[in-house]
């Protein structure tokens, strides 16, 4: 006797698919009347749990991972995940340079000046400032000149200039919560999401039609945007 073939529609693996899929952003945005309200409550979940998961990860490791520019690096790739800024190579890279950057500029500066103190905490004098300057400098330049652009790990050289990257534990750290907060922008962009987020490179193709959420601002004609329009075409007729 043979058995009853159940069609792909009524499995269980399709019907599941089926639930994650009407239940994910992409999908909810585009059928749902209350798109703002969801997307905000996608953006503090997304950037709550992500800063979640890296204090768990520090207490239960003893590895610093929790440092200021993560905050913003979160922000950027939750809340327009589908921009060149948050992809996966621009976050890594853009805050491995700056930490790298930042250190350069202090070895350089402690070299130069042995006998004066660039610890963490240590007074704010001339030594401090161009070493600063420097590096910040520095990173805003390979950045741009890598194509890598994450403008919170400007934020990263500044601290790696102000000599708080004191032992490599703490550079261990930074590598390592970069690295974890962009395995779970990966797993909760793609899953939660439904977005093609990137693996490794920005893909123009794929966040052409993503709007707001690649970066690029509404395109309706309101009050300041139709004066401007109106101003230049009396200026060039």
């Known amino acids: 006797m043979k058995e009853r073939s159940v069609p792909p529609q009524q499995s269980r693996l399709y019907r599941l698919i089926l639930t994650i899929t009407r239940h994910q952003l992409s999908y909810v945005l585009q059928n749902s009347r209350h798109r703002r309200f969801l997307f905000l409550f996608f953006l503090f979940f997304a ?43 621009n976050v890594l890279l853009a805050h491995f340079m700056a930490v790298a950057t930042g250190l350069l500029c202090l070895w350089l500066m402690a070299g130069l000046f042995p006998l004066e103190f660039l610890g963490a905490g240590s007074a704010f004098n001339w030594q401090r400032e ?57 797993f909760f962009n793609r899953l939660v999401g439904g977005l093609p987020y990137p693996l490794w490179r920005f893909d123009a193709a794929a966040a052409r039609n993503f709007g707001e959420l690649a970066g690029v601002p509404a395109r309706e004609l309101n009050f300041w945007r139709l004066a401007a329009m109106k101003g230049f075409q009396r200026r060039n007729p």
């Open 47 to 89: 950037g709550g749990t992500a800063l979640a998961i890296l204090s768990v990860m520090a207490s239960l490791t003893r590895l610093p991972l929790l440092f200021p520019q993560l905050g913003p690096s979160a922000f950027i790739l939750f809340y327009t995940p589908m921009s060149e800024q948050a992809s996966p190579r």
């Open 130 to 186: 161009v070493v600063v300057a420097c590096s910040v400098g520095l990173a805003c330049l390979l950045m741009a000149v890598a194509n890598c652009v994450h403008p919170p790990a400007v934020s990263s050289a500044l601290i790696a200039a102000l000599g708080y990257f004191e032992t490599p534990l703490h550079l261990l750290g930074i590598g390592s919560a970069v690295v974890l907060l962009l395995l779970w922008a990966v």
